[in-house]
């Protein structure tokens, strides 16, 4: 992945091989500018709060999604991106 290759990194908090503060961890510091949005249906408060700090994360939904909300924060996400691109 190249920087501008995406605006959003989308993960789960719960994977089979990484845990979601392991992605977005890596995610940040290989790509410190990439938001990301991260999803969960079964963590701990404690690890949701770790994941928030774990790096760029811009929002955290819960499941089951809610498709407005999924909008509503890729939006969010993409209205930082060109605003950052037009400075």
């Known amino acids: ?3 501008g290759d995406c605006y ?3 993960t789960d908090v719960k994977m ?3 845990s ?5 961890t890596y995610i940040s510091q290989k790509y410190p500018e990439q938001a990301c949005l991260v999803i969960t249906g079964q963590a701990e408060k404690e690890k949701i709060q770790r994941i928030a700090k774990a ?4 929002s955290i ?3 089951p999604l809610d498709f407005d909300k999924l909008i509503e924060a890729l939006d969010n996400i993409n209205s930082s991106y060109e605003l950052s691109s037009d400075l």
């Open 1 to 3: 992945m190249d920087v």
């Open 8 to 10: 959003a990194f989308v």
């Open 16 to 18: 089979p091989l990484l």
């Open 20 to 24: 979601g503060d392991q992605v977005v």
């Open 55 to 58: 790096g760029n994360v811009r």
């Open 61 to 63: 939904l819960l499941k």
